[in-house]
């Protein structure tokens, strides 16, 4: 009679082998400098945390897939004052005066979509900011004659901005909300 495992170590002690009817079960920390392929099925029901600078890839064909009642949590940035940069990724809320202050917006990543807004600290007179681009390179709108190095936010006009990075060098914005239309339009 012959037993084989369904977790071994394979000859030469470089891989550790889970057979697709084995089961890796952790209570601890897994620790991973490198890169990992999953062909199986991975379960989390603790927290799962890709590190500062890593990255999870879905292979193409591949899905992420979540539940109903899941969320994706974006972080969200505030800049009060023109020394914040603000980032590529996620929810900015900018504070606008009527002076109109600049804020410099970091270049944009490819597929990676940001999402601006603006906040007025007193009601009357119009609060504007201004996003200038990092580098006269970088464009919001990527489409040809339509494109700028500022984007100004004003209460009585553009109040929030969805945009996407098409490159490392444009911005693709993708919707905004306005005083006058009271929703989402798109700006093609």
Excluded: C, W
Excluded at 83 to 112: E, Q, R
Aim: glycine letters at 14%.
């Amino acid at each position: 009679m012959t037993y084989q495992t369904k977790v071994y170590r394979a000859h030469g002690g470089a891989e550790l082998v889970i057979t697709s009817s084995g089961t890796l079960t952790m209570g601890g920390t897994m620790t991973t400098t490198g890169t990992e392929t999953n062909t199986g099925t991975l379960n989390i029901s603790g927290t799962g945390n890709v590190a500062s600078g890593g990255t999870l890839n879905v292979a193409s064909g591949g899905t992420l897939a979540m539940a109903t009642g899941s969320v994706v949590t974006l972080p969200v940035q505030t800049a009060a004052t023109s020394a914040t940069t603000i980032t590529n990724y996620g929810i900015t809320n900018v504070t606008g005066t009527t002076a109109g202050p600049s804020f410099t917006i970091a270049a944009p990543a490819a597929g990676v979509f940001k999402f601006i807004s603006l906040t007025a600290t007193s009601s009357g007179a119009t609060h504007r900011a201004i996003l200038v681009a990092p580098t006269t390179t970088v464009t919001f709108s990527g489409i040809a004659g339509d494109e700028g190095n500022t984007l100004t936010l004003a209460s009585s006009a553009m109040h929030n901005v969805a945009m996407v990075g098409l490159s490392a060098t444009a911005y693709r914005i993708v919707g905004v909300y306005t005083s006058t239309n009271g929703g989402l339009s798109a700006t093609s």
